[in-house]
């Protein structure tokens, strides 16, 4: 069955880096697009980012350009997202959350993790 | 970038009623419209594509319709566990973006 496990969240102070994971299992990792949603405390829904199955396009929210990275390791069928310069707006449980449907970029999501909380506070 | 607007931010409902949950867009995204369900604690899961594809797995309960700036989620018969938050999510163009949030609770 399709796991999404996300890792590496905590409390980081304000304008340090922080990377999270999340391990894929279950389907072939390098045929989907994946990307990173977060949901701040008590608040909706935000993308972040999107990495295509083939890892050659990256796509950012405005809030995060410049500032955070998305990156998948096929070998390890596990995605990242490396968030530099944190800001107190950056906490958030972060999602990893993959694509419907392979080989394609279809922005909808039909698996998610469990979420992983990233608290930026000093 | 587009501004998706749910409406109502929370719908008060008896077990056995009708919802009708709304969702309108800045500008047209055609019918790449998506909407999820999130429960306290848990991560979203995928209900309708496209409008109106109701996901694998999903209750013929849950229908979703409209096209251009204009969608809606229908619950024919909400059960007790379809008590909670819906989101709209439009694929049409970058950034994707989410709807603030229906609330669905228990009258």
């Known amino acids: 069955q399709v796991q999404l496990v996300e890792s590496g969240g905590g409390v980081v102070q304000p304008g340090r880096s922080l990377t999270v994971s999340c391990a894929a299992s279950?389907?072939?990792?390098?045929?989907?697009?994946m990307q990173w949603v977060r949901q701040a405390p008590g608040k909706g829904l935000e993308w972040v980012a999107s990495i295509s199955y083939d890892g050659r396009n990256e796509y950012y929210a405005d809030s995060v350009k410049g500032r955070f990275t998305i990156s998948r390791d096929t070998s390890k069928n596990t995605l990242y997202l490396q968030m530099n310069s944190l800001r107190a707006g950056d906490t958030a449980v972060y999602y990893c959350a993959r694509d419907a449907r392979g080989y394609g970029d279809y922005h909808y999501f039909d698996y998610w993790g469990q979420g992983t909380l990233v608290t930026v506070s000093s | 970038d587009i501004v998706l607007t749910q409406s109502p931010a929370t719908l008060s409902l008896s077990p056995g009623e009708r919802a009708t949950l709304s969702c309108r867009a800045s500008q047209s995204v055609t019918n790449y419209l998506v909407w999820y369900q999130q429960k306290p604690g848990q991560a979203p899961r995928l209900l309708i594509y496209d409008a109106s594809n109701r996901a694998t797995g999903i209750p013929a309960r849950f229908s979703g319709s409209g096209s251009g700036s204009d969608f809606t989620l229908t619950i024919s018969s909400l059960e007790p566990e379809d008590f909670a938050v819906y989101y709209c999510q439009q694929r049409s163009s970058w950034p994707l973006t989410f709807g603030g949030g229906t609330k669905v609770e228990i009258k």
């Open positions: 279950g389907f072939t990792f390098s045929t989907y697009a």
